[in-house]
């Protein structure tokens, strides 16, 4: 029996170790990860997150910078890959930020601009307030969601038949010195290469391995 | 100019808020759902996961249970939704739980079983550890892992026209009572919930709604 495509896309893509620098991903296929990350779904709908993309020289400059400190194995990524997202999260999300999703959504067609149907719809930031801590730092939460546009963003990559390698060995510290004026008090510890696997490279000839089912899932 | 079909689906996936409880997902989807989890890419490709379906009455009468305390509300997507997808992470991932992975790639033909090849692999679990706090506990971390297979997991739902909905308003503490046997010490702290929306129900036919683009995502 053949393979789902589904399955064919997923044992197909790789964490590619070692990039073409020759490559760069077309911008119709960016323009589509870009759309994905925005779609991604969220805890209610919560939307906690920032994506600055990591494309031009003066970028990927500013970006190896943060690099001085640790984990410089991962530097050549920069240069080598094609894109670099930094995936952000808001570590402090409140009832401003969710206002905005509630006013989206009204505009959007979801619900009518009654002030009784708007706070009803705000209510739901109950939930984002359970899972605050004692100085309403919310971040556990919130980086929780932005593993969530990860996921769904490498399934995209893998679908475009581009490479992607998460990148949690990074400096979230030097990045929001580097970044303070785009994360705008946002947190990255969490990155995304994007690009080619280089031809002569790493493990891209190597198949692909994971736990047995037994493992990892059961059925009851 | 069409959509991409990427998009396309991105748009089209809803988060049901009523299942239709006449209707069961195949168990051919169900079994793609099934390889893509366990598929997921993860760091240092730690699959720290444990995914528990609930799929018989048995099983749905368990999980019932759980809300003895607290969000009654999500109760009655147990007994509509198709299957319930228990999502856990390991909290005190140890080099015991890496080694299986490390021998797992080894019996797949990553790597040989030299043992100076075995340790070098196994040296990559500094990145775990570096997470633990002094408890040796590294639960945040394992739990991010765990929101990269519920964002794949939504991505395949949408490409299989199946509706998912991320149920993070669960009891952890009675679903471990509960599964103390099947989580075997994991930990779950989200649950997805498979079926078929309702006909008549929710929010199936209103549009979707998403910050706008400048409010997310920054080109540099």
Known sequence: MDKHPII??????????????????????????YESLRLTASSINSQPWKFIVIESEEAKGRLE????????HNKKHITDGSHVILLAHNPRYAIEDFAKVVDTDIANGRGDNSSESRNRALSKFSFAESKMDATRNNAEW???????????????????????????????????EEFEQELDGYVCEVALVVGYHHPEGGNAKLPKSRLPRKDVLKIL
Chains 1, 2 share one sequence.
Not at 65 to 70: E, L, N, Q
């Open 142 to 176: 919130t980086k929780a969601q932005v593993y969530i546009a990860l996921g769904n963003a490498l399934h995209v990559l893998a679908r475009l038949d581009v490479d992607g390698t998460p990148m949690e060995g990074i400096d979230p510290e030097l990045i929001s």
């Open 65 to 72: 910078k943060t690099f001085a400190r640790k984990n410089f």
């Open 8 to 33: 064919t896309d997923l044992e197909t893509r790789k964490t590619s170790k070692h990039y073409d620098p020759t490559r760069r991903v077309s911008s119709e296929d960016m323009e589509v990860l």
